[in-house]
């Protein structure tokens, strides 16, 4: 198994995590976790995220057109 987690050690953290978070909140942490793993491996391929509502490409701006009210002083 993956860094030497066997099925003993992997079976004792869920039952210290059963203990700190009870049985009822198991579910959601699980889906949490789920959620978290498969944005990662979004991120990870370059794909959106959701919560991102797609890239936006940035358009550049128009340069400010000099005129007579920018402020600036004219000499006579």
Do not use: C, H
Request: aromatic fraction near 10%; hydrophobic fraction near 35%; avoid cysteine.
């Amino acid at each position: 198994m993956m860094f030497g987690f066997g099925p003993w050690e992997l079976l004792v953290v869920l039952i210290i995590v059963i203990f700190f978070y009870g049985g009822k909140r198991l579910p959601q942490i699980g889906d949490g976790l789920g959620r978290s793993i498969s944005e990662f491996k979004k991120a990870i391929r370059g794909e959106d995220s959701p919560g991102q509502g797609g890239k936006k490409q940035l358009e550049p701006e128009d340069p400010p057109k000099n005129s007579d009210k920018t402020g600036a002083s004219s000499r006579d």
